[in-house]
């Protein structure tokens, strides 16, 4: 059975920070991806940053100079460190993983982290 723990999410202040963590445990094989979406009410589910299992990283426009992406790859853990948040930062973050199985990607999602901007 796979599960998430994950943790740091919360109400901050706009220009404040907070870091975000996520373990995943129960999938069977190698993690190819780890990271992070996020969805604010009335939009649709979008990508924040994801890491690779080669340390490659992928970041969503606006939170790239604010926003930074690391993995602990023994303990299959991704952290999102945030800082400088804004109100439009507003939204659940979902953890997330994926797997390579021959040509696709199996994906897997945590149940998200409410993370509010707001003063």
């Known amino acids: 059975q796979v599960q998430f723990v994950e943790s740091g999410g919360g109400l901050v202040q706009p220009g404040g920070s907070l870091r975000l963590s996520c373990t995943a445990s129960?999938?069977?094989?190698?993690?190819?991806?780890m990271g992070w979406y996020r969805q604010a009410p009335g939009t649709q589910r979008e990508l924040v940053a994801t890491i690779s299992n080669d340390g490659s990283t992928n970041y969503l426009d606006s939170v790239k100079v604010r926003f930074t992406i690391s993995r602990d790859y023994a303990k299959n853990t991704v952290f999102l460190q945030m800082n400088s948040l804004k109100p439009e930062d507003t939204a659940v973050y979902y953890c997330?993983?994926?797997?390579?199985?021959?040509?696709?990607?199996?994906?897997?999602w945590g149940q998200g982290t409410q993370v509010t901007v707001s003063s």
């Open positions: 997330y993983a994926d797997r390579r199985r021959l040509v696709s990607i199996i994906p897997y």
């Open positions: 129960g999938i069977i094989g190698s993690i190819y991806r």
